[in-house]
């Protein structure tokens, strides 16, 4: 599991928090309150733990984005209309799918993938090289290949080539 597999909610009340909590908890996810990580391993996917707590401040909102980005799932419960809560949905959108709802349903494997993976992968299923659609996303070949390795741990794909074929299976048109 990579953090990109980790659950994000942001819900607005504590009852949609509790809901969630508790499918989570069944689903084997330790809970506990609060957005702050212990000292120690930077990947935190392992251990599938999930924070939950109100985001009152954009402090607490860079708490929340730290603990998704180490791997820990998160529930946060914020106004998305508020300022705080548009600032946290766009950094985590940044990290991958956002639950906004409870009874969200899971979302389709190639909505997992973030902005970068699926440029790299439209561009590489265009026909580019690597490091073709690594320049023209402005990204360093070594990032490149480390989010479509992160693409083919999300599609469940040894090869580059099984990667891109997924992809375009589930893409959406537009």
Not at 128 to 144: C, M, V, Y
């Amino acid at each position: 599991m990579n953090a990109a597999d980790s659950p994000r909610y942001v819900v607005p009340s504590a009852a949609d928090a509790t809901a969630v909590l508790r499918r989570l908890a069944r689903a084997g996810w330790s809970t506990r309150e609060g957005f702050a990580l212990p000292e120690g391993g930077w990947d935190l996917t392992a251990t599938r733990v999930l924070l939950f707590g109100r985001v009152p401040d954009l402090d607490t909102a860079r708490l929340v984005v730290l603990a998704a980005a180490r791997g820990a799932g998160v529930v946060a419960i914020v106004d998305t209309g508020a300022d705080v809560g548009r600032a946290l949905l766009a950094d985590l959108d940044r990290l991958g799918p956002v639950n906004r709802d409870a009874d969200d349903p899971p979302e389709p494997t190639a909505a997992r993938l973030v902005p970068e993976q699926r440029a790299l992968l439209e561009r590489l299923a265009n026909g580019e090289t690597i490091a073709a659609a690594a320049a023209a996303e402005f990204l360093s070949l070594r990032t490149a290949n480390r989010r479509i390795a992160q693409a083919r741990d999300v599609f469940g794909v040894r090869t580059t080539r099984e990667a891109v074929l997924a992809y375009l299976r589930q893409r959406q048109p537009e």
